[in-house]
């Protein structure tokens, strides 16, 4: 989850969203065994794992 080129994101986000991140990120750290969990990281992977989902679909797409 971790790279070396970095960038910071400001966003604005609701009090709501930012409850449900800070669950996630709780579950991410009480579920994985890879130390400290954060914010940055738990939304690398949600992105990471979304694009992945994404470019199934537009495979998918493709092929019809």
Request: a positive charge.
């Given at each position: ?23 996630i990120?709780e ?12 914010k ?25």
């Amino acid at each position: 989850m971790v790279g070396n080129n970095r960038l910071q994101l400001n966003v604005r986000i609701s009090k709501e969203t930012s409850d449900k991140l800070d669950e996630i990120v709780e579950y991410y750290q009480e579920n994985t065994k890879i130390g400290r969990i954060y914010k940055g990281d738990v939304l690398t992977d949600i992105i990471e794992k979304s694009y992945e989902v994404m470019q199934k679909q537009k495979k998918t797409k493709m092929r019809a």
